[in-house]
């Protein structure tokens, strides 16, 4: 004879995890808020140097850079999640690109407001100004 039928097992096993699950559900909540708030502020045009960059609300960006090596362009698809900016790169121009078509680049977003972004990459930390 079990201690328990089976009905109470799993009746036990949700009461176990009730505190964890609601606190992944707030956690993923505040994140989804956090996103949709970056994704508010960053869309538009942002400056750094020789690189321009305009983020579309529709998800589309284009970037324009005109530095020592000439003139790029790169357009593609963004979205942010759990704080980070993710470009998908469909098209690429110009004399010495750095892209290729479908790479896709991860940028972390350490600062945001609605006059600079500051995103990290490979250690390294860039910010764009409007």
């Not at 009746?11 to 956090?34: D, G, N, V, W």
Request: charged content about 15%; aromatic content about 8%; some cysteine.
């Amino acid at each position: 004879m079990t201690p328990w039928p089976s009905h109470h097992t799993h009746a036990f096993i949700f009461m176990k995890y009730t505190f964890e699950l609601i606190t992944l559900s707030l956690l993923l909540t505040a994140c989804s808020r956090r996103d949709a708030m970056l994704t508010h502020q960053v869309a538009g045009v942002w400056q750094d140097g020789p690189t321009k960059i305009t983020f579309n609300s529709d998800g589309g960006f284009a970037n324009h850079t005109i530095d020592g090596r000439g003139t790029n362009d790169f357009a593609g698809t963004w979205k942010i999640a759990d704080g980070v900016l993710t470009m998908v790169l469909t098209s690429v121009s110009g004399s010495k690109p750095d892209g290729r078509v479908g790479d896709v680049v991860h940028l972390k977003i350490v600062d945001a407001d609605e006059h600079h972004i500051s995103v990290s990459i490979g250690g390294q930390t860039n910010t764009f100004n409007r």
